[in-house]
């Protein structure tokens, strides 16, 4: 008998690969070439009857693409994020989705915390402190600031959103939080995010990517959050209105960020980079072992639960 046939735009680790391998035909558009044309040409050429389709959230996944793909019924995409696919379209053809948001929660949480206390601390200058030698020459690192005590104010309560909050409050951190909807949680809610920011020392951007959220952190928020605050972003670059970032920065009205994403990835405003109160990470938050492990596992997991008649294990509403 045949095997059913998945088309891959983008692939999983190559640990888990023969998972999908052992049981399906796999229509490799990924090594079809470089470009965009390539793989539309790879798709078109094969996609007649594959019923699966396994990419990464920023993926070229284009409308020609789909018409290509009439049994297409289900996308696991094996980010997160999927602000790049192109929702309305799957959503049109009645084509469901999945994501792995479950399986990087945990370390992306910790890389929020990180980027936190690296911030509060300036914890990076300190180490280039002590291996320049400055520490013999210079004297005692300036004082920084604790984040014990202090007010975290975090933007979107999703899951992760909440896996922040847990991590905050063992830092004895008084956490509010600002989403669409109130959500049924033991936290201060506002449903104002300036008056959030305004009452906070530290805001966390948790919140999905896309257009609904872009440049959802706005001057005026960075303002509220003001001359201490420390702006911190796991989630898009899209999210923060970049160029008002970068004036909030060096004007001093915001008083620093500790960044994971970019507008622009992966070579982010040379404008952003060269300030002293920034902190960079280099988009690596579920950048472990085990997250990208348990994401490629629930990728091919989601797909096994789509062809096998049975619940999605993580799907998400388009
Ligand atoms: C990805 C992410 O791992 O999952 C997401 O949405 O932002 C990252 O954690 C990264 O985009 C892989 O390229």
């Not at 391998?21 to 990924?30: G, P, Q, V």
């Not at 440049?215 to 003001?226: C, E, P, R, T, Y």
């Not at 060096?250 to 620093?256: I, P, T, V």
Request: charged share 20%.
């Amino acid at each position: 008998m045949n095997k059913a046939e998945i088309m891959v735009l983008t692939p999983v680790r190559s640990s888990i690969m023969p998972q999908l391998e052992e049981r399906f035909d796999l229509l490799r558009a990924d090594k079809a070439g470089e470009t965009t044309a390539e793989k539309e040409a790879f798709v078109t050429r094969h996609g007649a009857n594959c019923r699966a389709l396994l990419c990464s959230g920023n993926a070229e996944l284009t409308v020609a693409m789909l018409d290509a793909m009439p049994q297409l019924g289900h996308v696991s995409c094996l980010t997160a994020g999927y602000d790049g696919l192109p929702l309305r379209e799957l959503a049109a053809r009645g084509v469901t989705l999945s994501n792995t948001s479950p399986a990087l929660r945990d370390d992306v949480a910790d890389m929020a915390i990180l980027l936190m206390l690296a911030g509060k601390r300036d914890f990076v200058t300190a180490e280039t402190y002590v291996r320049s030698g400055d520490w013999a020459t210079k004297g005692m690192f300036p004082l920084q600031r604790s984040v014990s005590g202090k007010r975290l104010g975090i933007v979107g309560l999703g899951s992760l959103g909440q896996a922040v909050a847990t991590r905050a409050q063992a830092f004895n951190m008084q956490v509010s939080y600002w989403n669409r909807r109130e959500k049924n949680a033991p936290l201060r809610f506002h449903p104002d995010l300036i008056q959030l920011a305004s009452e906070s020392d530290v805001l966390i951007v948790t919140v999905a990517g896309g257009p609904e959220t872009e440049n959802l952190i706005s001057a005026d928020v960075m303002q509220a959050l003001g001359p201490d605050g420390l702006l911190v972003n796991i989630s898009r670059g899209s999210v923060i209105d970049e160029p008002a970032l970068i004036d909030a920065l060096q004007s001093g009205k915001l008083g620093a960020a500790a960044l994971d994403v970019f507008a622009s990835e992966p070579d982010p405003d040379p404008r952003l980079t060269a300030l002293r109160n920034v902190t960079l990470s280099p988009h690596h938050a579920s950048g472990t072992e085990e997250a990208r492990n348990a994401m490629a596992q629930l990728a091919v997991d989601n797909i096994f639960a789509f062809m096998d008649d049975k619940p999605l294990i993580s799907p998400v509403s388009i």
